[in-house]
T-cell receptor
Framework: DAGVIQSPRHEVTEMGQEVTLRCKPISGHNSLFWYRQTMMRGLELLIYFNNNVPIDDSGMPEDRFSAKMPNASFSTLKIQPSEPRDSAVYFC????????????FGSGTRLTVV | GESVGLHLPTLSVQEGDNSIINCAYSNSASDYFIWYKQESGKGPQFIIDIRSNMDKRQGQRVTVLLNKTVKHLSLQIAATQPGDSAVYFCAENRRKLIFGQGTELSVKP
C-alpha cells in the first residue's frame, strides 16, 4: 500500500487566492482526518469523516475553510480566500475506524500564503 | 479538560543511552494512548500504543508505561541511536486523536 497520499507537497499562494489540498486515504480505511500543524499551536484537528460523512468539524477555524469527501478514496480541504495566518503544514490521516487504532499520516502539504 | 501535555519540550541524550519521554493527560476516562514519532519534513509515524487495561507494553527497543493513578505515560527508548532524533508526541484517542505539544529528542554521537 502506498500509504496516505497528499498533494501538493508544497503550495505558495498569494493572499486572497483559493487553495485546495488533496488527500487519498489508505484503501479500506473508514475514517479520514485533516490536521494543521504550526509551531505555535502544534497539531490541531480540523475535521474528520467517517464513511465519507463529516462527523466533527469543530476544529475548522472559520468559514473560509471547507472540506469534502465525495467518495471513500478522496478528500479535499479548501481555503477561500487564503490569508497569511493560514500558513502551516496540513496533514491528512486515515484509520480503519474501529476507534482503538492508530492513524496513518500522509507527508503533509506545506502551505505558504504571502 | 481534554489536554494532553508533555513535561519537557527538549531532551538531549548520548548515543547508546536510554531515553525517557514523559506525558501527562488530564482525562481519567481516556482508555487508549499512542506514541508518534515525527521526523523533519514528514508526517507523524505510529510507534506504539497502549490500552488502559495494561500498564506496560514493549516493542522493538521501545517500551510504553502507563500509570493511571497519576495519569501519566512514558516512552522509553533503549540504546538510543542517531536515527531516533525526532519530535515525539503522545496522543489520546477518544474517537479523535488529541496530541500533546511534543518533545524534541536530540541524540549526540
Amino acid at each position: 500500500d502506498a500509504g496516505v497520499i497528499q498533494s501538493p507537497r508544497h503550495e505558495v499562494t498569494e493572499m486572497g487566492q483559493e487553495v485546495t489540498l488533496r488527500c487519498k486515504p489508505i484503501s479500506g480505511h473508514n475514517s479520514l482526518f485533516w490536521y494543521r500543524q504550526t509551531m505555535m499551536r502544534g497539531l490541531e484537528l480540523l475535521i474528520y469523516f467517517n464513511n465519507n460523512v463529516p462527523i466533527d468539524d469543530s476544529g475548522m477555524p472559520e468559514d473560509r475553510f471547507s472540506a469534502k469527501m465525495p467518495n471513500a478514496s478522496f478528500s479535499t480541504l479548501k481555503i477561500q480566500p487564503s490569508e497569511p495566518r493560514d500558513s502551516a503544514v496540513y496533514f491528512c490521516a486515515s484509520s480503519p475506524g474501529t476507534g482503538k487504532d492508530g492513524y496513518t499520516f500522509g507527508s503533509g502539504t506545506r502551505l505558504t500564503v504571502v | 479538560g481534554e489536554s494532553v501535555g508533555l513535561h519537557l519540550p527538549t531532551l538531549s541524550v548520548q548515543e547508546g543511552d536510554n531515553s525517557i519521554i514523559n506525558c501527562a493527560y488530564s482525562n481519567s476516562a481516556s482508555d487508549y494512548f499512542i506514541w508518534y514519532k515525527q521526523e523533519s519534513g514528514k508526517g507523524p509515524q505510529f510507534i506504539i500504543d497502549i490500552r488502559s487495561n495494561m500498564d506496560k507494553r514493549q516493542g522493538q527497543r521501545v517500551t510504553v508505561l502507563l500509570n493511571k493513578t497519576v495519569k501519566h505515560l512514558s516512552l522509553q527508548i533503549a540504546a538510543t541511536q542517531p536515527g531516533d532524533s525526532a519530535v515525539y508526541f503522545c496522543a489520546e484517542n477518544r474517537r479523535k486523536l488529541i496530541f500533546g505539544q511534543g518533545t524534541e529528542l536530540s541524540v549526540k554521537p
